[in-house]
């Protein structure tokens, strides 16, 4: 039973399971910890046009189809004509503007998630921006057992072939004959968010879905994403897979929002088995930041002790103030070591 740092980092499970779900709030958290490398802000669905710089084309639009927030705007556009050059340049601008965005040369959140994970959990993200593809690709050079991840609304940095069904790097090919990474679909109506209309998409939600129905996942993070009302096609596909809170006994939910915690639980309510919750407004108050790579043996050995003393057991929390690579990747090596031990004993 680990009473220490040094016995966490040692105590690696094979099970378990730790589904992350992003929102726009992880991207905007991570750059005010760590801003865009040329200094790009993430705009807000009601900050959306003026930061993406969309005002010059809707400012001599009619009245009827104007709205402060984005997404209203853009499905009262899309009912007036689907198919406008406006549309299409509206578009253009967004992918070329999350497109160009690129994380900084430090650690970042999006880098201590990356890592805070292994190939056995998963982060689904709705974000379009490319940081969590760009973390996750930087971090490869240190280890190879990383989360898996899905693109819920589509990614600049994505792509999607649809001779292979595979995706990967947004306007690269798979292989010298062909295999096209063809950049995915940005956006949708909100009245019409169907996602399994779209081949890519819909793979993707069926990933996130197969992994919260799965009988190993046990705790689930929502980190700055609020369940909007205008997206209601994505809360009920997630609850399809989560299923009720009271089916869902012995697993642990936790969110990640800076809002107050009265509004966050009545937002995931349906989701949330009694108590058995955590709420934090900060990255490096939660479970991943406080025993990364180990938040499923933390979770056994709090929630499911073979001991009185398990259910005490200590946490390894991760240094948040790791400037460089070299000293982020040394961190978190003793873990890794820990990891490739297990994985050779039980070859």
């Not at 921006?129 to 996750?136: G, R």
């Not at 010298?176 to 990474?181: E, H, I």
């Not at 057991?313 to 297990?342: C, G, M, Q």
Request: with cysteine; proline share 5%; net charge negative.
């Amino acid at each position: 039973m680990p009473k220490t740092k040094e016995d966490r980092i040692k105590t690696v499970m094979g099970g378990g399971g730790h589904v992350v779900i992003l929102g726009a709030g992880a991207s905007i958290a991570s750059t005010y910890r760590n801003g865009e490398l040329y200094g790009k802000k993430l705009p807000s669905m009601d900050n959306f046009i003026d930061v993406v710089g969309l005002g010059d084309l809707i400012k001599d639009l009619p009245e009827n189809l104007i709205a402060k927030n984005f997404e209203t705007l853009y499905s009262n556009l899309h009912k007036d004509n689907p198919n406008s050059d406006l549309i299409k340049e509206i578009e253009f601008r967004i992918s070329d503007y999350f497109g160009d965005m690129k994380l900084p040369n430090e650690p970042t959140i999006y880098d201590y998630l990356v890592l805070s994970l292994r190939g056995k959990d998963l982060i689904a993200t709705f974000n379009w921006d490319p940081f969590l593809y760009q973390a996750w690709i930087r971090n490869k050079e240190f280890t190879n057992d990383l989360p898996r991840l899905s693109f819920l609304h589509g990614n600049v940095a994505i792509g999607y072939s649809e001779e292979d069904k595979r995706c990967g790097p947004a306007g690269m090919y798979m292989r010298k004959d062909g295999g096209y990474f063809e950049p995915t679909k940005l956006l949708y109506p909100i009245e019409q968010k169907n996602y399994t209309d779209d081949e890519f998409i819909n793979t993707e939600w069926d990933r996130l879905k197969y992994w919260l129905n799965s009988d190993s996942t046990k705790l689930v993070t929502i980190f700055g994403y609020g369940a909007p009302k205008s997206d209601l096609e994505a809360v009920k596909l997630l609850n399809e897979a989560w299923g009720t809170g009271e089916k869902r006994n012995m697993e642990q939910f936790e969110i990640i929002d800076i809002r107050d915690e009265e509004i966050v639980r009545e937002s995931w309510d349906n989701f949330i088995h009694s108590h058995h919750y955590d709420y934090s407004t900060n990255f490096f108050e939660s479970s991943l930041a406080d025993n990364p790579r180990r938040t499923s043996e933390s979770y056994f050995q709090h929630i499911l002790p073979m001991s009185p003393d398990e259910a005490f057991s200590a946490s390894n929390p991760v240094n948040s103030e790791l400037k460089t690579f070299d000293e982020f990747w040394e961190w978190h090596r003793p873990l890794i070591e820990a990891e490739n031990e297990y994985e050779a004993k039980n070859k």
